[in-house]
């Protein structure tokens, strides 16, 4: 089906957006006019040549770094090892999402806003009515950034002033540009959520409108096929960024147990005070449970309006007699609409939904009291051992 008109502003947005995160290679070399990969041999060698600037830079400033000698050695096993898994976990988003957007994601990437553009021309085809466009995406947007700037800015004080190491060392070394790329992709994810989510709104107000016209069948297969095409469209957004979840999800509960293993268990439990490790993981926790539930609760609203059609569909069959061709209709539609429901997941390990939150927090919450009772349990042992030299 040809397209015409216009794109929608929520669609010009995200085409402005994707303009300034070309430059970083979160999203792929795309010409939206074209419907054409831009440029794809220099792609693939800028790609490469991130990916190893990185790698070497980050062995550069951890290799005799007399600041990160001192952490490892006056650290515990379980901080030691709570490092390890933010820095592989963060470095390992980083490099997938500069080779995926290199290599692997720009079909998908032109088969997403074909369907958002072909999905916009069927439903104003029947429908006098524009894509509405929050601002609060934009606000959250900014937030975002605030939130990483006071992330990045204190670490780095702390690193070039207090402990007199260079700031190019410093910068590498608290993995700021990580967790830029981070930030960057959860807002893309949040963006382009919530875009698919206005129009499973708008397609479910014109189920409603349908069902109480005089053309049902008819124009009840058109919204059918709109459906079909955001189902489409769900599932190439889950071929794109279905890694990228799987990994923030992980970092997500690594970085918490590592901010209360480090920043609350460490001050609360062992009764020492470190204004730097409080102040800094307490912002590690703010803006990671920030990106978590930015990336959960807009994909599983998605899945809840999508539900809403199918809920919509199944009350409307008694609105007709059932040997009438509209409740005939009306089952078909219904059934071929269950295929094309969006399930959302993590590269196919797990589900994305509200119950992930729950999820994280018991085991967050395990780990904080299991590790709480072994470190008292070992203090307790450690002064016996003092006062009577024995147990």
Known sequence: MKIHGRPEKDIKFIRTLSTYLDFFLITPWYDFSKKVPFKPTMKKCYGCILVTAKLITYVCAVENNSLMKEYFNNTLISQKIGYTFVASTLMLHFSLTVIF??????????????????????????????????????????????????????????????????????????L??????????????????????????????????????????????????????????????????????????????????????????????EETSSEFAYIFNLFCVMIVMYNFLLVVLPLDSIMCEARKFM???????????????????????????????????????????????????????????????SVQSKSKCSKLILEHGTY
């Open 311 to 373: 809920g919509t569909c199944y009350n409307a069959q008694r609105l007709f007699h059932i040997e009438s061709k509209e409740f005939e209709a009306l089952i078909k539609f219904t059934n071929y609409s269950e295929h094309f429901v969006p399930e959302f997941s993590a590269a196919g390990f797990f589900r994305i939904n509200k119950s992930l939150i729950f999820s994280l927090s018991g085991h967050v919450a395990a780990y904080y009291i299991i590790y709480s009772c």
């Open 176 to 269: 700021s540009i990580e967790m830029c790329y981070e930030i960057a992709v959860v807002s893309l994810i949040n963006i382009i959520s919530d875009v698919i989510k206005r129009r499973y709104k708008v397609l479910n107000t014109k189920t409603v409108e349908v069902l109480k016209g005089p053309k049902v069948i008819q124009e009840l297969e058109n919204v059918v096929e709109c459906y079909q095409i955001l189902g489409e469209t769900a599932a190439t957004f889950n071929a794109i960024f279905g890694y990228q979840i799987l990994i923030i999800v992980f970092h997500s509960g690594v970085q918490l147990t590592h901010s209360l293993n480090v920043g609350f268990v460490t001050h609360v439990v």
């Open 101 to 174: 957007s290199a290599f692997l994601n720009v079909n998908h990437w032109k088969i997403l806003f074909t369907n958002l553009e072909n999905f916009d021309s069927r439903i104003k085809s029947s429908r006098n009515a524009k894509m509405s466009f929050s601002k609060a995406l934009i606000y959250c947007l900014i937030l975002q950034q605030i939130m990483f700037l006071l992330l990045s800015f204190y670490p780095l004080y702390t690193g070039t002033v207090m402990f007199k190491s260079s700031f190019w060392r410093s910068f590498n070394t608290n």
